[in-house]
């Protein structure tokens, strides 16, 4: 069984900073790719950052230049370093982790920026 667990969100100020944490834990053989998607009502899950198990990262165009998204592969942990926040970048954010060769999906932490 493999568990993952989100934390970090919560309310923000526009202009100010986040850091999202993902852990991973249970009967872990090996973690791939992991990121961070997000999702507002109405609307599709949306990738904003991806990391690869070599350290290879990669950014969408919203979260370029202001997020940062990094892991610690020894505590099965990826993290997303939200800075410079936005009121549009309010949203659910997911993380998303391949283990074992499978797809697993946080429980999702709510980001709300506003003043």
């Known amino acids: 069984q493999v568990q993952i667990v989100e934390s970090g969100g919560g309310l923000v100020q526009p202009g100010g900073s986040l850091r999202l944490s993902c852990a991973a834990s249970?009967?872990?053989?090996?973690?791939?790719?992991m990121g961070w998607y997000r999702q507002v009502p109405g609307k599709e899950r949306e990738l904003v950052a991806s990391?690869?198990?070599?350290?290879?990262?990669r950014y969408e165009v919203p979260a370029k230049g202001r997020f940062t998204i990094s892991r610690d592969n020894a505590k099965n942990t990826v993290y997303l370093q939200m800075n410079s926040v936005k009121p549009e970048d309010t949203a659910v954010y997911y993380c998303?982790?391949?283990?074992?060769?499978?797809?697993?999906w946080g429980q999702g932490t709510q980001v709300t920026v506003s003043s």
């Open positions: 998303n982790t391949q283990i074992n060769w499978r797809d697993y």
């Open positions: 990391i690869s198990n070599g350290g290879r990262t």
């Open positions: 249970g009967s872990i053989f090996g973690i791939d790719h």
